[in-house]
């Protein structure tokens, strides 16, 4: 595999730490598993909607599998703080060695860009607080391509905005599922077999990619 | 909207009762959540491989979404005992009015047919153990369509073998997220607003979709 030029970072979990939002779901909902049980049916959801042709923002689907969520544990949460609780997305830290590596990665010329699954509003608010998005010649969000990730056509969308080769390009993410798919792949992992990493954070993630892919 | 010819059934918690294999996951993890929360990523990673233009049995993606959970839950579950808690997923009973509700529906005329996320081995087997398979003309699998609901390949799969045209037929289950896309929808709940009605099971859930469709 030849030397990726472009590095294409997943925002949530990869580059943020989503535990402030985490610690706020599971306290409101009196549940230690209330996040993980939504932020799952939130992946679904969204795939529901790519896999059925349809496209939605992905906050509006939070929201609905949060109000699902809450249903599950016979709360119902006011309109004001669920838009307070699911907020806090934007006011994430980034993990403590993300601002280090960026930088490390960025002096040794790569290109950098970050693909999320949230609307482009969110995704630079996000960046913003967390003082990273002048890290990135650009940062996408699947909206621009209409489809959530792991389906082909955001990473189509920014291989061919940024004018990058599929195979000059490696996709970073904490998520094993999150790995770029058909004609697209560079880091591959296949699905099932990247299941088993899918709860790799940021630290011990990115060294495992760029072993693999032998930067 | 016409009368439906056909009635097609989706099997898991819409005809059969999934508490006994819930109850069994959930006291292997010792957690009432493990159960959602292992089947909200088998739904998420069966998407993940259809978005991605692959297939897997959902058997295997049940596995290694399990293996996933429990060490969520820092268990390490011993293959045999895996193999037996997944197994009860052959073993469930049908809802308490499940067989008179298909007695009646077979009896007004209606052509019963099933689909399934579930292999076909698995899915015979399933409605043999509850003794509803009688009742069925045939019982889909996706993986006829190598992909998972509610990507519309299976839909048009099921329509096309039984030569029905999709405004003559109509799809049941429990579940909001599994109705038909694209150019097969009939009984088809926006996704986002289907959320809502996503923990409706059998005995109310029929009766509604009957009244809404106007049989």
């Known amino acids: 595999m030849p030397q990726p030029k472009l590095l294409l970072f997943d925002v949530n979990e990869t580059l ?14 009196s549940n230690n598993l ?17 896999t059925t042709g349809n496209h939605e923002d ?7 599998t ?22 806090l997305i934007k006011k994430l830290p980034p993990h403590p060695d993300t601002v280090e590596a ?15 699954n949230g609307n482009p509003t969110v995704a630079q608010a996000q960046l913003t607080f967390a003082e990273i998005n002048q890290f990135f010649e650009r940062i996408f ?5 209409r489809a959530f990730k792991p389906n082909p056509k955001p990473y189509v969308f920014v291989l061919d905005q940024l004018k990058v080769k599929a195979q000059e390009s490696l996709m970073v993410a904490a998520h094993g599922w999150i790995s770029p798919a058909l004609s697209v792949p560079v880091f591959k992992p296949h699905s099932l077999h990247g299941m088993v990493s899918s709860n790799i954070h940021w630290p011990k993630h990115l060294p495992l990619i760029v072993k693999t892919s032998k930067i």
């Open 34 to 50: 209330a996040f993980d049980l939504w932020f799952s049916s939130l992946l679904h959801y969204s795939l529901v909607e790519t």
């Open 66 to 87: 949060f109000e699902m969520t809450a249903l599950k544990f016979k709360k119902v949460v006011p309109e004001e703080e669920i838009e307070s609780i699911l907020g």
């Open 102 to 116: 960026l930088q490390v990665l960025k002096q040794k010329g790569f290109r950098l860009a970050a693909l999320t």
């Open 141 to 145: 969000s699947v909206d621009e391509a």
């Open 16 to 29: 943020l730490d989503l535990k402030p939002l985490a610690r706020r779901i599971n306290t409101t909902l």
């Open 58 to 64: 992905f906050s509006r689907i939070a929201k609905a």
